[in-house]
């Protein structure tokens, strides 16, 4: 099989992972793909944020901005299943509820929520709402691409430096090793959209999400010792409210 069929096979693996978008059938499943799928990560996460700024401009010809950004939130919620709300709303729940490292696990695993995830959901939904329903149209549009981008380059590098503190699970490609070269395409994909239009904003972004990015993972090997797919869907959230709130403070400074 030739080598830009094979990456497309991974990238269709990733889409089909991450999102609720169909892939052909001719992509096929061989555990390999799962390995390399997670440095398109950064890829489905322009699709996604795509999706949601052309759903919020395209509202705003028949809603207010805020209707707008709720349904662009409604749209990416829908494309990805909720998949880092979930990581977000388990973490909560674990870090928050949990004194020791097996029972913070123990509670990731657990399918139901409790109040510290509700919580968390609530008020990072919310903070998301009014935050992008504050900024200028174009600039909000942008703002979506650019965060479901970056935010999961950011949250992928994880796997680069942190160890996957399950014994199963091997299978998933959040579980896998990341080279160096991996994610050096990864933040190809989603990293330069920061710089455009303003790269001085774009640098302090950067700055902010690898002082984020520090701050979290020293977090996750202090309370379980590394990180679970959990873990990257909460850094994810967390990440993207980071970006949308500095692009509302460069704006209103």
């Known amino acids: 099989m030739s080598r830009p069929m094979q990456e497309l096979r991974y990238f269709f693996t990733a889409l089909g992972y991450f999102t609720r978008v169909p892939v052909p059938r001719w992509v096929g499943f061989e555990a390999h793909y799962m390995d390399a799928a997670a440095r398109y990560f950064p890829l489905i996460g322009v699709l996604v944020g795509a999706l949601g700024a052309i759903v919020y401009l395209a509202a705003l010809h028949a809603f207010p901005a805020g209707v707008a950004v709720l349904l662009s939130m409604a749209a990416t919620l829908w494309c ?3 998949f880092h709300e979930d990581g977000l709303a388990d973490c909560a729940d674990a870090f928050g ?3 020791t490292r097996d029972d913070a696990l123990r509670i990731m695993r657990d399918s139901r929520i409790g109040a510290f995830g509700a919580i968390a959901l609530i008020v990072v939904l919310a903070l998301k709402w009014q935050t992008l329903a504050s900024i200028p ?3 909000c549009a ?5 965060a479901h981008a970056a935010s999961r380059t950011f949250a992928i590098s994880y796997l680069c430096t ?3 503190v399950r014994a199963e699970g091997k299978a998933k490609p959040v579980a896998q090793k990341m080279s160096a070269g991996a994610f050096l395409l990864a933040a190809v994909f989603g990293l330069p959209w920061l710089f455009w239009p303003d790269w001085r904003l774009g640098c302090v972004m950067i700055a902010a999400l690898g002082a984020g990015r520090l701050m979290l993972g020293r977090y996750f090997v202090r309370r379980i010792g590394g990180y679970t797919g959990d873990c990257l869907g909460f850094a994810q959230q967390c990440f ?5 709130l500095i692009g509302l403070a460069w704006i209103s400074s």
């Open 162 to 164: 942190l160890d996957y």
């Open 240 to 244: 993207e409210l980071l970006i949308y």
């Open 80 to 82: 990805t299943g909720a």
């Open 97 to 99: 509820g949990a004194y």
């Open 142 to 146: 942008w703002l979506i691409v650019v």
């Open 137 to 139: 149209p174009l600039r």
